[in-house]
């Protein structure tokens, strides 16, 4: 099987480098924050464009603490997009305001910019977008709408360590950037782990005490804060690869270019990359109309694949309170039922990259599309009956 992701592969390479600062975390004793956590942050906030890097212990955490810093709380509304990982409307409702939610532009599913406005009332505080994928979200039109409302923006990164929307990193462009380091991310801790990038010093001071139970120094709790420190051993390990993300993000980009020359054809269509923009790929998605049934062709040849997400916000059962039914947003209601993502991490080797662009050709293909068919309708009641 050609894997998802591969880390073990990743880091077995790495052995050698990674060894000394585990090492050093672990028999120095700076287990919390410390001078490796103190380092990643300038390094990656200088990645990311930003002035100020605050590590957090999770991309979920980065988002509620910005949230806070932008002043949102009870009886607030933030909007953010419809389609995402439910964690960015976790963190909203974490704040005790109400996720407002907008549908996405059916290209590059990240927030359709043209509905912002509309969903804009006097309890709005914020906007959320997310560079769902590694593709920005349309950031002027957004800054606009914020602007002209008096609006924080507070960008979701969790998926786009790098990206850059118009020549500029993802990150710095709004009020606040919240990146996640989860494993499995383009840049992956070995565990759980985030950061807020931001240029307002203001922001910077208050979001270091908020991680840290409020203090502005020992035992001195000058608000209530939380436990969201960033560990040690996770800022060590960052450091170390965040001098690979470059390398790595080239790999994603050319297995994706090389996987869109194939995509065509009535069941596999490709997601679209604005001109300004700079895809990270940390997921590289196709929309597949037949999407079970072209998964499974895939898993055959040997090619795992996954589903980013199969079911927008509003009707994940968590959420169903929002209020918003069924036919609410139908951009990212096609696109939960459409989308399929395909191995792209970069330890893919060039033989397995062959063999994920042949399968892409392969179910492109008419014939294959023509005799897939049939087999959908042997279980597809719904093929069956047309
Ligand atoms: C879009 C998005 N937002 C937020 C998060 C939350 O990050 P974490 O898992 O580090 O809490 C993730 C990742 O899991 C994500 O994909």
Redesign the pocket.
């Known amino acids: 099987m050609i894997p998802f992701a591969d880390l073990v592969t990743q880091h077995a390479r790495m052995r050698s480098e990674l060894e000394p600062v585990i090492a050093e975390v672990m028999f120095g004793c700076e287990f919390v924050l410390g001078r490796r956590v103190a380092g990643f942050e300038d390094a990656f906030a200088a990645y990311s464009g930003a002035a100020h890097g605050i590590g957090v212990n999770?991309?979920?955490s980065a988002?509620h603490l910005a949230l806070l810093a932008a002043g949102v709380g009870p009886g607030d509304e933030v909007i953010t997009t419809a389609f995402?990982?439910v964690?960015?409307v976790a963190a909203i409702g974490y704040t005790g305001a109400r996720p407002v939610l907008v549908d996405i532009d059916p290209e590059t599913l990240t927030l359709d910019v043209r509905q912002i406005e509309a969903a804009v009332t006097p309890r709005t505080r914020a906007i959320v977008p997310?560079h769902?994928y590694g593709h920005p979200a349309d950031m002027d039109p957004i800054l606009a709408v914020a602007g002209r409302n008096g609006l924080a923006v507070i960008e979701?990164a969790?998926?786009a360590h790098g990206a850059e929307y118009r020549g500029r990193r993802v990150g710095s462009l709004g009020d606040a950037g919240c990146f996640?380091f989860?494993p499995s991310k383009n840049l992956g801790a070995p565990g759980?782990a985030?950061m807020v990038v931001t240029n307002r010093p203001d922001w910077a001071s208050r979001l270091r005490r908020l991680r840290d139970w409020g203090q502005a120094g020992p035992y001195r709790h000058v608000e209530r804060g939380f436990n969201y420190r960033m560990a040690g051993i996770q800022g060590a390990v960052l450091g170390v690869k965040l001098r690979h993300l470059d390398a790595w993000t080239e790999s994603r980009r050319a297995h994706a270019a090389r996987y869109d020359a194939e995509v065509s054809g009535p069941d596999l269509k490709p997601i679209p990359v604005r001109p300004w923009a700079r895809h990270v790929y940390h997921i590289y998605a196709v929309r597949a109309r037949h999407r079970d049934l072209v998964a499974e062709a895939f898993h055959r040849r040997g090619v795992e694949t996954r589903v980013h997400y199969p079911s927008p916000i509003h009707l994940v059962d968590a959420w169903t309170d929002l209020g918003y039914p069924a036919g609410s947003f139908p951009q990212a209601e096609r696109a939960a039922r459409e989308v399929l993502s395909l191995p792209v991490h970069p330890e893919l080797t060039a033989e397995q990259v062959a063999t994920v662009a042949a399968t892409i050709r392969e179910i492109s293909a008419p014939a294959h599309s023509a005799s897939s068919r049939v087999r959908v309708g042997a279980r597809s009641p719904r093929r069956a009956a047309s």
Do not use: K, P, R
């Open positions: 999770s991309g979920t988002l995402t990982f964690a960015t997310v769902l979701d969790a998926q996640s989860y759980e985030g």
